[in-house]
């Protein structure tokens, strides 16, 4: 995500379809202000559901600890070489 502009919802109204594509085309944000504090943002689907994924992922402790538990195997080197590693997770995908 790029840096987000501030709008007026009255600026945001006039200018909404050229919003729309700067932020369809280039992931920018645009928030838009009630006397000065932000009130709503304009935002590409993909990236709103990208955080989305974020936060459900942390909000997961079982998750969380299951990454947690991968990296030290990862630092610990126990994931034997390439096609090991492909074997299982070939075999962890659900039929």
Not at 46 to 75: G, H, K, N, P, Q
Request: glycine fraction near 4%.
């Amino acid at each position: 995500m790029t840096m987000s502009q501030t709008r007026s919802p009255t600026d945001a109204k006039a200018h909404l379809s050229q919003l729309v594509a700067r932020v369809s085309s280039q992931h920018e944000r645009v928030a838009v202000t009630v006397h000065g504090q932000p009130a709503a943002m304009l935002v590409v689907p993909d990236d709103l559901e990208a955080l989305e994924e974020t936060i459900a992922i942390l909000s997961d402790t079982a998750m969380m600890r299951a990454l947690a538990d991968s990296a030290v195997e990862i630092a610990a080197d126990e994931l034997g070489d390439g096609a090991e590693l492909a074997a299982a997770m070939a075999a962890r995908r659900p039929a």
